[in-house]
């Protein structure tokens, strides 16, 4: 098997999380779901475990971190090209997502980033690979 990621978020209203990211083109593995959690399928190696509150409580002793004020981490995710970056993102923002930061047109790296309706901070990004290379 090869390693596969899985990462886990708070989230407030579980149903909104679901429809706004399925309205941004993501698809979930019923078999890791339930009224507790959405298992959002990244890619065939990376997924995000969207926990509702209480039961992301049940992983850790610490407090969740209050994402108005603060950020606890970015999921920054690799596209295969910019009409991705931009299809995406523009769902999120389209669904009640908000801009994180501005976009940025860096050769060799397109990036654009949105918060999420729980405020998590993604970002995603196209690296030009003939660019990259020289």
């Not at 083109?25 to 399928?41: H, M, P, R, Y």
């Not at 606890?72 to 994180?100: F, N, Y």
Request: proline share 4%; with cysteine; charged share 25%.
């Amino acid at each position: 098997m090869s390693t596969k990621i899985f990462v886990n978020l708070p989230v407030k209203d579980l149903p909104a999380s679901r429809a706004f990211f399925a309205a941004a083109g993501f698809t979930f593995n019923e078999q890791f779901s339930d009224d507790n959690a959405a298992c959002l399928v990244v890619s065939e190696d990376i997924f995000a475990m969207l926990l509702v509150e209480p039961f992301f409580r049940t992983f850790t002793d610490k407090e969740i971190a209050d994402t108005t004020r603060t950020t606890a981490a970015i999921v920054a995710l690799g596209l295969d090209d910019k009409a991705d970056v931009d299809r995406i993102a523009d769902a999120a923002l389209a669904g009640g997502g908000s801009d994180a930061q501005k976009t940025a047109h860096e050769s060799p790296m397109y990036t654009r980033s949105f918060y999420d309706l729980d405020g998590h901070h993604w970002e995603l990004f196209w690296l030009d690979p003939a660019m990259a290379q020289g």
